[in-house]
């Protein structure tokens, strides 16, 4: 199809083209020869336009072509050749399908200079759309969030501007360098508790009470209260300068934030004031309940490490793989737990007293841990074991590459996401004149959104370069005023 052009061409100075016209057409420099029986099929189109109005005046020629030689009989388009490859589809097989490699955002405008419908697209090439145009939408509210970061609203008050300095303060480290530095300590006083909490365990640094009971060094209590303190303090300040106190309050991880510092206050509760209402022993057992929560406070390091918070929503996505490996591991257990006791019931040393009790040897056994603790004896038992061990290997393989693939997948996304962001706020503020987004950039981008930037990307896929097809030709007076303007 693609090559030198046929001996027939269109006569543009004679009489209406009829079906059997030939045109041709130099996209990008490259030569083909199309039919206008088939052009004509879809008579929407730029090309069918074009071969309908060969016998109309120059300038209504170069309102459809970029340049045209009436010597060759040539229309130029200053196009990109692959995706016309893909777009001439529609023509022969009434559906077009987008190479691989194609930006899909550049392939739709194509679409759009040919005046090809993008329904023709197939389903597949549909989805790719859709990708694209959801991570725009993605882009689009990072860089909303950024330029409400830099400025907030002029008509605030006092108090909602000291407010939302005080959130950026602790919420957003890369807001500003006190904020950085905010987040470093928050994560050093976490690092710090979490190691007071297991080293005060060591009996060699525990102390004897009053009544000869090991209770923590009183240093380490010490650490433990500043370090509380500073929970404390961190928590009611973002609570304070939250915009939604409810929202703030329901989320997961200041669940985790507020679980970390109940126990705290509870226990001083409990010690101080139980005493009075509750005999001393169960005061005792409710403080060490109590204790043991403050190992809620070591996620509280997710708040500061994206890797923790990219892998929480790889998990989240692999929901279902996870159900899987659940469902492998359930089947499997239930299964040789219960061969395992039917065939140890013959020996007289067996291990196995019941089902249930199997289903601890079955979860050591298929997870490759084998504590030892209980074991088969007989030679049908063994083999039991083994297949069981096989088949564990197995279940426990099978779903962990799409988790593995969902965590880099979702982390090599929140990269480009990021990069995007700045890019676009990049080139927002060479376009408003700017050294940076100030305000009168936020003004005119106050209600950016998914839209506008799927627009604007559509324009910035528009090739803007002019390449001169007709070195020899007198008759190229065609100009690009439209995209000197966008200059």
């Not at 199309?34 to 109309?56: H, W």
């Not at 691989?100 to 739709?108: A, D, E, K, W, Y």
């Not at 979860?363 to 841990?369: G, K, P, R």
Request: charged share 20%; aromatic share 10%.
């Amino acid at each position: 199809m693609w090559g030198i052009p046929k001996t027939r061409y269109a006569d543009c100075n004679g009489s209406e083209a009829s079906e059997e016209t030939e045109i041709v057409v130099n996209v990008g420099g490259v030569k083909q020869v199309l039919p206008g029986d088939v052009l004509n099929r879809y008579p929407e189109t730029r090309l069918a336009e074009l071969i309908n109005n060969t016998s109309e005046s120059f300038d209504t020629i170069l309102s459809l072509c970029d340049d045209y030689d009436p010597g060759k009989g040539e229309f130029y388009f200053d196009r990109d050749p692959d995706a016309f490859k893909c777009i001439i589809e529609v023509y022969y097989y009434g559906e077009i399908h987008m190479k691989r490699g194609i930006c899909p955002i550049c392939f739709l405008k194509e679409m759009e200079f040919w005046k090809v419908d993008p329904d023709f697209l197939d389903e597949c090439c549909k989805s790719s759309l859709n990708e694209v145009e959801a991570e725009l939408s993605e882009i689009a509210d990072k860089v909303k969030l950024i330029l409400d970061d830099l400025e907030g609203d002029p008509g605030a008050s006092r108090w909602q501007r000291c407010q939302v300095l005080l959130w950026k303060l602790m919420e957003k480290p890369e807001s500003s360098l006190s904020a950085r530095v905010i987040a470093i300590v928050s994560f050093l006083f976490i690092l710090i508790s979490s190691v007071v909490m297991c080293v005060g365990t060591i009996p060699e640094l525990q102390v004897e009470d009053a009544e000869g009971n090991p209770v923590e060094h009183p240093t380490l209590e010490a650490i433990e209260t500043a370090c509380i303190g500073w929970f404390t303090i961190e928590y009611m300040l973002r609570l304070i300068s939250s915009p939604n106190k409810v929202h703030f309050m329901l989320s997961f991880m200041n669940i985790i934030d507020f679980l970390a510092i109940m126990p705290f206050y509870v226990v001083l509760t409990l010690t101080y004031l139980g005493t009075a209402v509750m005999e001393l022993s169960n005061v005792q057992q409710a403080v060490q309940a109590l204790r043991i929560m403050r190992i809620a406070r070591i996620f509280k390091l997710a708040r500061h490490s994206s890797g923790l918070q990219t892998l929480t929503y790889a998990l989240k996505r692999s929901f279902k793989e996870l159900g899987l490996l659940l469902m492998y591991m359930g089947v499997g257990i239930f299964l040789f737990s219960a061969l395992g006791y039917t065939i140890e019931q013959s020996h007289p040393e067996t291990m196995f007293k019941s089902i249930p009790q199997s289903f601890w040897w079955a979860i050591i056994t298929m997870t490759t841990v084998g504590y030892g603790d209980i074991y088969p004896k007989t030679t049908l038992g063994r083999c039991n074991a083994a297949v069981s061990f096989l088949c564990g290997v197995i279940a426990i393989a099978l779903p962990i590459h799409p988790i593995i693939n969902n965590f880099v997948i979702f982390y090599n996304k929140q990269r480009v996401l990021e990069t995007a962001a700045k890019h676009e706020l990049e080139l927002m503020a060479l376009r408003s004149g700017a050294g940076g987004p100030g305000k009168a950039l936020h003004r005119s981008l106050k209600s950016y959104s998914a839209a506008g930037l799927w627009d604007s990307a559509m324009r910035a896929s528009q090739s803007d370069t002019y390449i001169p097809l007709l070195e020899d030709s007198s008759h190229r007076n065609i100009t690009h005023s439209s995209k000197d303007k966008d200059h």
